[in-house]
């Protein structure tokens, strides 16, 4: 490695101060190696250094933009590390007693030190991440960064996002109070719809036919043990997938033939994912990067040395450029979690009642589209096929997209701008449509026997309708798979935003349709 | 896929015809065992998770008093049982409280509109989504997909006991599903 003859030399701040403290056996077994300070040094540190041999040496610059990532990704890990801070003090306090968990949420909220403080952060960083992941999945697409090589870590992308759900969702029976009661029992019931095995799955979610104790002990345990640990191996392997599939999408931007430099001594191609010879983004070798470019033609050797001057100078080295954004990242977020929580209050409402259900009865913010989506068609419709069908289909999506071009780039065509616009503002005019109508007039009464019809045949109809004139209309435009799937995408998001809004925020007692000023006290489900 | 897709090494994989010779014959027993073991420790999972009966409160049999304490028409709720005796004409109804729609308890309103020619005025109305039932049990309105659920009922003497561990659905009312008085 080389490592060891890098000569020690303290911190250049040259006081006798720094030097008593660092100048010794203890300081040099814990920090082998001096503050690097010359590019050599700033290389080498990275992969000898353990928490930081996850990074690349060096990092593309379009890829570090703010423009290009805004950070999500980051985001999203420092608040899995927040919420784990934050989960274990509050694991200090709280016991997943019936008898118990709403006088220890309320303790906490009351007499324990800066507990009310943390139990904020705890609740609204789980809220902060729902939201995150949505954004960075956004962030994802119309980038086109899940394209190969990088299409099965947008599917380990979205089991993340499905991860980050069930540990919101877990966590939000914890407190014991009506609200996490009445979301959890209708949640819960929406899966009871699921065909065959529906009611054992909800049985065996809950441990017992209605939420209880059975229930909080399994939320809990789920909560603080399994899901955190799953999630922690698929954020490993999300980040090492980054690594192996050469950075993020933004560190290809050369044209297809200076890619081909990337293979120069592709004899021994075996060894190339370890150990590339050489690398077009630098003087120095990028473990990881670079390897499995499908686009170069095996064993190519064009080499126009003049890209490779322009590669060299859009890279950056690792240290100090992308560990002081992740610094600023972690500082950011985390400024902006405690100033959220200082100012507003986590809710708790009464103590649980099995007795009396709240109304209106709403599950968490994150399903309330699906509770909306509910009161339009069958619940099995609404509640099992529909999510099942669109997760299916966000895994299938970068399977379906085999277009290479433009992958890093935010939208790519400006086609694909307009098109994005245009089903956005297509699906949210239909989407309020819709809802106003079926609040208003209603489809039931009008076609309300068989109830097949209200029920399965109109809802599916309309939708698979007005997928197919979203199709039709942007034909003139002769747009690319990719596309269309932008514009199917864009629809998703839009819906599931819409809905989320409207069955949070307009709807009110017996889930009729209410202005956000009237709606009841207790009609919010944060 | 693509023509221009590149061969990564051992790809596509390339197979042998099967061999059974000792060494082969060891490797697969050995990745039977494998997946065997990840089989039971399913099945274990699974069983030990599994959600145990109740045998006290709710999930358990449930005294509700004397057959004459329900005239007929009458709909009386009982809070632990967490469930609704219906008297009919020809017999008692114990109705789960547990809206089919999505599992709500359904309040009985004795002052709404009656939905069914036993009384004047009294229904089941569901705070969430509105959906109605009559003293049968029998959805009026709202977007419930099936009757309440009832419980079997045994008269012991003149006692009424309600077994709550067995909760059983039905898609329409019959006369059958009475416990007959």
Known sequence: MGLREVEWQPIDLPTRLVALIT??????????????????????????????????????????????????????????????????????????????????????????????????????????????????????????????????????????????????FTGYLLPWDQLSFWAITVSTNLAGYAPFIGESLRVLILGAKEVGQEALIRFYVLHVMLLPLLMSVLIGFHFWRIRKDGGLAASNPLPRGAQAVRREGAEAPAAEEDDPPESAEGTLPMPGAGARQPEAPAGARAVPTARVAVARKQTLSTWPNLLILEIIAGLFITAVLVLMSMAVDAPLRDLANPDVTENPAKAPWYFVNLQELLLHMDAALAGVWIPALLVLALMALPYVDRDLSHAGEWFGTRKALIITIWSAVYTAVWTTALIVFDEKVGVRSIIGDPAIMPNWVIPVGVMVGLSAILYVSILPLRPSRREVLMAYFTAFIVVYAQLTLVGSFFRGIGMHLVEPWNLPPGGLSF | MGQEETEEPGFPLKLDRLKLDRRSLMAYALGAAAITLVVEGGVVTVQAIRALPKTAAFGSKFEAGKVSDFPVGSVTYFLDGRFYISRLPGGLLALYRKCTHLGCVVPWRPHEQSEDSLAGSGRFNCPCHGSIFDRYGVVKGGPAPRPLDIFPMEIDGDKVIVDTGTISTRDSYEESQLTKV
Not at chain 1, 126 to 143: E, G, N, P, Q
């Open chain 1, 23 to 168: 100048n010794n056996r203890v300081w040099r077994s814990v920090f082998r190696f001096a503050y690097p300070s010359s590019d050599k040094t700033r290389a080498l540190i990275i992969p000898a250094v353990f928490f930081l041999h996850i990074h690349p040496l060096k990092v593309s610059a379009r890829s570090i933009r703010l423009t290009y990532t805004w950070g999500l990704g980051l985001f999203l890990f420092f608040l899995f590390g927040i919420e784990t801070v934050t989960g274990i003090l509050l694991a200090f306090v709280y016991v997943p007693d019936v008898g118990r968990a709403y006088q220890d949420v309320e303790t906490m909220s009351t007499t324990v030190a800066f507990g009310a403080l943390l139990r904020n952060i705890h609740r609204w960083g789980a809220h902060l991440m729902v939201l995150a992941v949505f954004l960075h999945m956004m962030r994802v697409f119309y980038t086109g960064a899940y394209k190969r090589p990088r299409e099965f870590n947008w599917v380990i992308g979205v089991m993340l996002l499905l991860l980050t759900l069930a540990l919101s």
